[in-house]
């Protein structure tokens, strides 16, 4: 069975604060995506970054870095600089073909950033 | 490129009442999939279909709920009788492949209450 954990329900930070979301999954299979989506008030889940299980570079979009350490299956997602659009809940999530590409979400983190 | 489209964006039935989403997957994707989420939690996969097939309806309560993609385009999720504990969001997601690579596309999702 895969699972997702997001420990952290509620993250609260003031503008240009550097904060990282932190995510753990479990998985049998050697083969297997991980994803970040951003869930603004608006409710529609926006895709940020996809990373496959053989790919270890961590990669930076911007603000936005990731960082993928399959020795402690952690997935992690830093906004440095953050801003007040930054507000949204962020999820992360697991798919594998072994498992129907299905993807398993975690919780969730509710980031709230204040100016 | 137009998105995953979704109506109604809400909807506020009473209990043992019937209803009924509707979803228009991206243009060419040929993976539909129909998601639960219950507020403060992420989404759960209700049902996948590639074309016009189901692949997985393993979590679908198919004592109420109900889903068809006749034409294997657009895509109705039906309710019928529903239950308080029905009050969520559902998510549609598109992706052009099947396999745990592929990126879903979220719609805005549907946001039921039922009374």
């Known amino acids: 069975a895969q699972k997702v954990t997001q420990a952290q329900t509620e993250i609260s930070v003031v503008e240009k604060e550097d904060v990282t979301l932190d995510c753990v999954y479990e998985?049998?299979?050697?083969?297997?995506?991980l994803f970040w989506y951003k869930q603004p008030p608006s409710g529609e889940l926006v895709f940020l970054i996809r990373r496959n299980s053989f790919d270890e570079q961590n990669e930076i979009s911007g603000r936005y870095s990731w960082n993928f350490q399959k020795s402690t299956s952690s997935f992690n997602f830093t906004i440095t600089a953050s801003q007040v659009v930054d507000s949204a809940v962020y999820f992360c999530a697991l798919a594998s073909n072994n498992a129907g590409n299905m993807l398993t979400f975690g919780g969730g983190t509710r980031l709230m950033v204040k100016p | 490129e137009a998105g995953v489209a979704q109506s109604p964006r809400y909807k506020i039935i009473e209990k043992r009442q019937s209803v009924a989403f509707w979803c228009n997957p991206i243009s060419g994707h040929a993976t539909l999939y129909w998601y639960q989420q219950i507020l403060g939690q992420g989404p759960k996969l209700l049902i996948q279909f590639q074309n016009n097939g189901v692949v997985d309806d393993s979590q679908l309560p198919k004592d109420r709920f109900s889903a068809e993609r006749l034409k294997g385009v657009d895509s109705t999720l039906k309710i019928q009788p529903a239950k308080l504990e029905d009050s969520a969001v559902y998510l549609c997601a598109s992706t052009e492949g099947r396999g745990g690579k592929d990126t879903q596309y979220f719609g805005p999702g549907t946001r039921l209450t039922v009374l």
């Open positions: 998985t049998r299979d050697t083969t297997y995506y």
